[in-house]
């Protein structure tokens, strides 16, 4: 006697699919005896619908459930409607079986009394020539697989019979089986509760069959189907980390439980370790908080493996022949590899990359001609000084020391006895020092030679990011280094702005390409960090980029972009500048801002200009310059050579760049804002002056914006490849022109600047030894590095000194502190106690200035003036005051009071201890992230490029 079918239709929403659903349940060769239907969508209105559809009839039942019911709990909810006896056959309102589905389905279950699920062949609905899944297993660790995923059907599975489970498309199952399982596991809800009911069935002494005759397709897998969207690869990975560690419980023997729930974490944390390792840090996450998700259901784990041993008749090694073999699994994982990688190459291989050369070598040789024509006069220099510049420390150990906090001496312990948070960009200055470590000086002198070199390639770089053309990258290249903001920056001494202007572009391309992979993501989280060290005023404009960027290539995932990018792309900034950013109150006194975003390094003053300047590339009012002993107006000039660069910039909003369109008017936006309001930030002092922020860094952003635009309107002009011997159309010309007549202004602009450093009145100096002290001193210090040496300065008239003390081996770069510069000076406490110690040294008294300066542990005096004024003999004619050394303009003095206290370094406090470790492990965490390991897809050359990917697989794959 045939045993009943009962059919049971989950319908979660309504449409045109569950509707396609319905028709093809009573087209069926075989019609179920009865019809039971789970309705999900939450609509009264849709019992009419079923009704209307299938009948009104007895054999006919609607059963209302919970919206957020998974499929397991509506499968068991629809099991209780139904007889003891029969069998169940579940569809989804996504499914359409064909007509002859339940035919063969029943048909392979009545000859084979052994047989208890069956399950058909699932074919995608928008490609129905394709398999999506038949047949499921497990690995030997247990984690579910598809026997067949995702393959072209030519019959290559029509021999497949028993199986380990099969999906919940169009499963057929005895009740009187399914009853004595325990029914379906709604912990295991969305993907491997069809799994674990083919795995108890088994484990009962049961049979599992694919059925390749009954064909039923299929539009999205469970998962997809409960939320209703394609669900993301870190969400699908959560959810079968967490199923799979939940059937690992419920699996496993009794004495291995609790060994298994002990190492769930640990072993978590190893494998989002090699997640992270392979820049995969959504996964990472997704696996600690699967663990996390299946430990808290452990008490269900339990009640399941009660179940599970009532059930089993048979041992797992009955089973093992239907699992997956380790090799297979392997091959399986490469295909999957081989497969993304194919699908990102064809992706990449559609852009066009602009071929380097040979206008890579120009742009090289060029550049390298640049650099030597500015920095010609620092030959044979060891060391800068003057501007913002000052030599490095002479050794590695110290010049690394102080990277993140300074010790009291180094800030003449104007705070007490307490560390003072360093600037961040003092690290950027121990890295480029440790490039020459034997003479940390030596690397910035290297530094101004190589700049316009380095900035230019970066730039090139960052433009083959979004341009396709080779003119096109080689103007942004060269207008990017070809401008007044950055040949000032040279000139004036400002490192800080000129590491800047090489970091600025590759944060560019990071913000571009961050969506892309998360290796780039990580790698923005460096730019950003770089660049708001060197310049903190940009912090705003940083944080407006990445949120445009966020809004313009993140909606798509906006899960992604919020808490994947941009974390990755802010953290490393952030935690950078912690110590910084929480320096106590009474360390920074200058007012307002300038505590936060005061410019790193040496201060120095802005000079001023009109706003308007600013969007012209200028970050000062040009005035009058002399070339070739000729001296002429430069501001009007000036203003006509920009209009090029601006006009063609503008021009890029009649192409369809709307990404660039979106960052031109980003850039000039934020960088204006940001220009002018520098000018009213206060950020310590020059002397007893206050000086404001460098507007600099600011119109650098602008001059970023320019550049792109104008190179993106050349890369629309010149769409076509050039080929050796053809015709020059219109628009290549026209795109030639306006390139050469860009960079020709841009290099007329900055040409009255170029030899501001050959002059006699150049701000950098060239010093042939790194320190700013004389050599015994120097000498000295290694010793005692806390040795003070007080400097008195002769003025315009014999009875004024301008006095400073330095500490061990004088002033070097970075010990430097913009929050030092912000302490209070003139008429306090301190410095009238040093006024008066000065006068006591340099005019004939019988006070003994000796105890002063043991205070304040001076070894030596350095009279800077004539030798012969009064001031210098009267140091000269006391006993304690021994002469050491002697020039024209200057006179060494020791002072006998035997060897001074070298004090002890001040350890870190338990809070900056931690800050330290929390910048170290983030920092380590993201270089493992940035590090580009992975395999990059190419793009398309411009020139020309051999066949795609796919192309020659199929050229090789010929029989001859």
């Given at each position: 006697?045939?045993r009943?079918v009962?059919?049971?239709v989950?319908?979660r929403?309504r449409?045109?699919?569950l509707?396609?659903?319905?028709?093809?349940?009573?087209?069926q060769?075989?019609?179920?005896?009865t019809?039971v239907?789970?309705?999900l969508t939450?609509d009264a209105?849709s019992?009419?619908?079923?009704?209307e559809?299938?009948?009104?009839d007895?054999?006919?039942t609607?059963?209302?459930g919970?919206l957020?019911?998974?499929?397991?709990?509506a499968?068991n909810?629809a099991r209780m409607?139904l007889?003891e006896?029969g069998w169940m056959w579940?569809l989804r309102d996504?499914?359409?079986?064909?007509?002859?589905a339940?035919?063969h389905?029943h048909?392979?279950?009545?000859?084979?009394?052994?047989?208890?699920?069956?399950?058909?062949?699932?074919r995608?609905?928008?490609?129905?020539?394709?398999?999506r899944e038949f047949?499921?297993?497990?690995t030997?660790w247990?984690?579910?697989q598809?026997?067949?995923?995702?393959?072209?059907?030519?019959g290559?599975?029509?021999?497949?019979s028993?199986?380990m489970?099969?999906?919940?498309?169009?499963?057929l199952?005895q009740?009187?089986?399914?009853?004595a399982?325990g029914?379906?596991d709604p912990a295991l809800?969305p993907?491997?509760a069809?799994?674990?009911?083919?795995?108890?069935?088994?484990l009962?002494?049961h049979?599992?069959m694919?059925?390749?005759q009954?064909?039923?397709?299929?539009?999205?897998?469970?998962?997809d189907w409960r939320?209703?969207?394609?669900?993301?690869s870190?969400t699908m990975?959560?959810?079968?980390?967490?199923?799979w560690l939940?059937?690992?419980?419920?699996y496993?023997?009794w004495?291995?439980l609790?060994?298994?729930v002990?190492v769930?974490?640990p072993?978590?944390?190893?494998?989002?370790?090699w997640?992270?390792?392979?820049?995969r840090p959504d996964?990472?996450?997704?696996?600690i908080?699967?663990?996390l998700?299946?430990?808290?259901?452990?008490?269900?784990?339990i009640?399941?493996?009660?179940?599970?041993?009532?059930?089993k008749s048979v041992?797992?090694a009955?089973?093992?022949?239907?699992?997956m073999s380790p090799?297979?699994h392997?091959?399986?994982?490469?295909?999957r590899a081989e497969?993304?990688f194919?699908?990102?190459e064809?992706s990449?291989r559609?852009?066009t990359?602009?071929a380097f050369?040979?206008?890579?070598?120009w742009l090289?040789?060029?550049?390298a001609?640049?650099?030597?024509?500015?920095?010609?006069?620092?030959?044979g220099a060891r060391?800068?000084?003057?501007?913002?510049l000052?030599p490095?420390?002479?050794?590695?150990?110290s010049?690394?020391?102080?990277?993140?906090?300074l010790?009291?001496?180094?800030?003449g312990?104007v705070?007490g006895q307490q560390l003072v948070p360093?600037?961040?960009?003092?690290l950027v200055l121990?890295?480029?020092g440790s490039?020459?470590?034997?003479s940390p000086?030596?690397?910035?002198?290297?530094?101004?030679f190589?700049?316009?070199?380095?900035?230019?390639?970066?730039?090139?770089w960052?433009?083959?990011?979004?341009?396709q053309?080779?003119?096109?990258t080689?103007v942004?290249?060269v207008?990017w280094?070809?401008?007044?903001?950055?040949?000032?920056a040279?000139?004036?001494g400002?490192w800080?702005?000129?590491?800047?202007h090489?970091?600025?572009?590759w944060?560019?391309?990071?913000?571009?390409?961050?969506h892309?992979?998360?290796q780039?993501?990580?790698?923005?989280?460096f730019?950003?960090?770089?660049v708001?060290?060197?310049?903190?005023?940009?912090w705003?404009?940083?944080l407006?980029?990445?949120?445009?960027?966020?809004?313009?290539?993140?909606?798509?995932?906006?899960?992604r972009?919020?808490?994947g990018?941009?974390p990755l792309?802010l953290v490393?900034?952030?935690v950078?500048w912690?110590?910084?950013?929480?320096?106590p109150?009474e360390?920074?006194l200058?007012?307002g801002?300038?505590?936060?975003?005061a410019?790193?390094?040496?201060?120095?003053?802005?000079?001023e200009?009109n706003?308007?300047w600013?969007?012209?590339?200028?970050?000062?009012?040009?005035t009058?310059?002399?070339?070739?002993g000729?001296s002429?107006e430069?501001?009007t000039?000036?203003?006509?050579?920009?209009i090029?660069?601006?006009?063609?910039?503008?021009?890029?909003?009649?192409?369809?760049?709307g990404d660039?369109?979106v960052?031109l008017?980003?850039f000039?936006?934020a960088?204006?804002v940001?220009?002018?309001?520098?000018?009213?930030?206060?950020?310590?002092?020059?002397?007893?002056q206050?000086?404001?922020i460098?507007p600099?860094?600011?119109?650098f952003?602008?001059?970023?914006g320019l550049?792109?635009?104008?190179a993106?309107?050349?890369?629309?002009?010149?769409?076509?490849?050039?080929?050796?011997?053809?015709g020059?159309?219109?628009?290549?010309?026209?795109?030639g022109v306006?390139?050469v007549a860009?960079v020709v202004t841009?290099l007329?602009?900055?040409?009255p600047?170029a030899g501001g450093?050959?002059?006699d009145?150049?701000?950098?100096q060239?010093?042939?030894?790194?320190?700013t002290?004389?050599?015994?001193?120097?000498?000295e210090?290694?010793?005692?590095?806390?040795?003070g040496t007080?400097i008195?300065?002769?003025?315009a008239?014999p009875?004024v000194?301008?006095?400073?003390?330095?500490?061990g081996?004088?002033n070097?770069?970075e010990?430097?502190s913009s929050?030092y510069r912000?302490r209070?000076?003139?008429?306090?406490n301190?410095a009238?106690q040093r006024?008066?110690?000065v006068?006591?040294i340099?005019?004939p008294?019988s006070a003994?200035?000796?105890?002063?300066?043991?205070?304040?542990?001076i070894?030596f005096?350095l009279f800077?003036?004539?030798p012969?004024s009064?001031?210098a003999?009267?140091?000269?004619?006391?006993s304690?005051f021994i002469?050491?050394g002697?020039?024209?303009e200057?006179v060494l003095?020791?002072?006998d009071?035997?060897?001074p206290?070298?004090?002890?370094?001040?350890?870190p406090?338990?809070?900056?201890?931690?800050?330290d470790?929390?910048?170290?492990v983030?920092w380590?965490?993201w270089?493992?992230?940035a590090?580009?390991?992975?395999?990059?897809p190419r793009?398309?050359?411009?020139?020309?490029d051999?066949?795609s990917s796919?192309q020659?697989?199929?050229d090789?794959?010929?029989?001859?």
């Amino acid at each position: 006697m045939r045993r009943r079918v009962h059919a049971v239709v989950i319908a979660r929403r309504r449409g045109d699919r569950l509707i396609q659903t319905l028709e093809a349940l009573r087209a069926q060769r075989l019609s179920p005896d009865t019809t039971v239907v789970v309705d999900l969508t939450g609509d009264a209105s849709s019992e009419e619908m079923f009704r209307e559809q299938l009948g009104r009839d007895s054999t006919v039942t609607i059963v209302p459930g919970r919206l957020a019911m998974g499929w397991s709990e509506a499968l068991n909810v629809a099991r209780m409607t139904l007889p003891e006896d029969g069998w169940m056959w579940v569809l989804r309102d996504d499914t359409t079986p064909q007509d002859d589905a339940l035919m063969h389905l029943h048909s392979a279950v009545d000859g084979a009394p052994s047989v208890v699920v069956a399950g058909p062949k699932q074919r995608m609905t928008d490609h129905p020539g394709w398999l999506r899944e038949f047949g499921e297993t497990i690995t030997v660790w247990g984690e579910r697989q598809a026997i067949v995923d995702r393959e072209l059907d030519q019959g290559q599975y029509d021999r497949m019979s028993d199986v380990m489970a099969v999906g919940d498309a169009g499963m057929l199952i005895q009740l009187g089986v399914f009853d004595a399982l325990g029914g379906a596991d709604p912990a295991l809800d969305p993907l491997d509760a069809p799994l674990d009911l083919g795995i108890r069935a088994r484990l009962a002494g049961h049979r599992v069959m694919a059925v390749p005759q009954a064909v039923i397709f299929v539009e999205r897998g469970p998962a997809d189907w409960r939320a209703g969207k394609d669900l993301g690869s870190a969400t699908m990975f959560r959810l079968d980390r967490a199923t799979w560690l939940y059937r690992r419980f419920a699996y496993s023997p009794w004495w291995a439980l609790i060994p298994l729930v002990v190492v769930a974490l640990p072993g978590a944390l190893v494998r989002s370790a090699w997640q992270f390792a392979t820049k995969r840090p959504d996964l990472a996450v997704s696996e600690i908080v699967a663990t996390l998700y299946a430990l808290w259901r452990l008490p269900q784990a339990i009640v399941a493996k009660m179940r599970l041993g009532q059930s089993k008749s048979v041992s797992w090694a009955a089973i093992a022949p239907l699992r997956m073999s380790p090799g297979d699994h392997r091959r399986r994982r490469q295909l999957r590899a081989e497969a993304r990688f194919a699908s990102a190459e064809e992706s990449a291989r559609a852009l066009t990359r602009p071929a380097f050369w040979p206008a890579g070598a120009w742009l090289i040789v060029g550049l390298a001609a640049l650099g030597a024509l500015i920095s010609g006069p620092l030959v044979g220099a060891r060391a800068l000084v003057g501007g913002g510049l000052l030599p490095l420390a002479t050794s590695i150990e110290s010049l690394w020391a102080e990277v993140r906090w300074l010790q009291p001496y180094t800030v003449g312990e104007v705070w007490g006895q307490q560390l003072v948070p360093a600037d961040p960009a003092n690290l950027v200055l121990a890295l480029i020092g440790s490039l020459t470590w034997w003479s940390p000086s030596l690397a910035l002198v290297g530094l101004w030679f190589a700049a316009p070199l380095i900035s230019g390639l970066i730039a090139w770089w960052a433009g083959s990011q979004f341009l396709q053309r080779q003119l096109a990258t080689t103007v942004f290249a060269v207008v990017w280094v070809l401008q007044p903001t950055f040949i000032l920056a040279l000139t004036e001494g400002r490192w800080q702005a000129v590491v800047l202007h090489m970091a600025l572009p590759w944060l560019f391309a990071t913000m571009l390409t961050a969506h892309t992979s998360w290796q780039r993501a990580a790698a923005g989280g460096f730019a950003t960090a770089l660049v708001t060290a060197l310049a903190p005023v940009l912090w705003p404009a940083v944080l407006v980029g990445w949120l445009v960027v966020i809004l313009a290539k993140g909606w798509k995932q906006p899960g992604r972009a919020l808490l994947g990018t941009l974390p990755l792309a802010l953290v490393p900034a952030l935690v950078w500048w912690i110590p910084r950013w929480a320096a106590p109150g009474e360390i920074g006194l200058v007012e307002g801002l300038g505590r936060f975003l005061a410019d790193p390094g040496v201060a120095q003053a802005a000079g001023e200009a009109n706003w308007w300047w600013y969007l012209l590339g200028w970050p000062v009012t040009p005035t009058t310059a002399e070339l070739g002993g000729v001296s002429f107006e430069l501001s009007t000039i000036a203003l006509w050579l920009a209009i090029p660069l601006v006009a063609l910039a503008l021009a890029v909003f009649s192409t369809r760049r709307g990404d660039i369109q979106v960052a031109l008017g980003a850039f000039i936006f934020a960088g204006l804002v940001t220009a002018v309001s520098a000018e009213g930030i206060s950020q310590g002092y020059l002397g007893t002056q206050l000086v404001s922020i460098w507007p600099g860094s600011a119109v650098f952003v602008i001059v970023l914006g320019l550049a792109a635009a104008a190179a993106s309107t050349v890369d629309e002009l010149q769409p076509e490849s050039f080929a050796w011997g053809a015709g020059v159309g219109a628009r290549r010309a026209s795109a030639g022109v306006l390139s050469v007549a860009v960079v020709v202004t841009a290099l007329a602009a900055i040409t009255p600047l170029a030899g501001g450093i050959w002059g006699d009145q150049s701000v950098v100096q060239a010093r042939a030894e790194a320190r700013t002290v004389p050599a015994i001193v120097a000498a000295e210090a290694r010793s005692h590095p806390a040795q003070g040496t007080l400097i008195i300065t002769q003025g315009a008239t014999p009875e004024v000194f301008e006095t400073s003390i330095v500490r061990g081996v004088g002033n070097t770069l970075e010990r430097q502190s913009s929050l030092y510069r912000q302490r209070p000076v003139g008429t306090d406490n301190l410095a009238a106690q040093r006024a008066a110690l000065v006068a006591t040294i340099v005019q004939p008294t019988s006070a003994d200035p000796r105890a002063s300066l043991r205070d304040l542990g001076i070894r030596f005096i350095l009279f800077r003036g004539d030798p012969d004024s009064d001031a210098a003999l009267t140091i000269g004619q006391r006993s304690y005051f021994i002469q050491s050394g002697a020039t024209d303009e200057s006179v060494l003095f020791q002072v006998d009071l035997g060897d001074p206290e070298v004090p002890e370094e001040i350890p870190p406090t338990p809070s900056q201890a931690r800050a330290d470790g929390l910048w170290l492990v983030t920092w380590l965490l993201w270089g493992v992230l940035a590090l580009p390991t992975e395999r990059t897809p190419r793009r398309r050359s411009e020139e020309g490029d051999d066949a795609s990917s796919l192309q020659r697989v199929l050229d090789e794959d010929t029989d001859d």
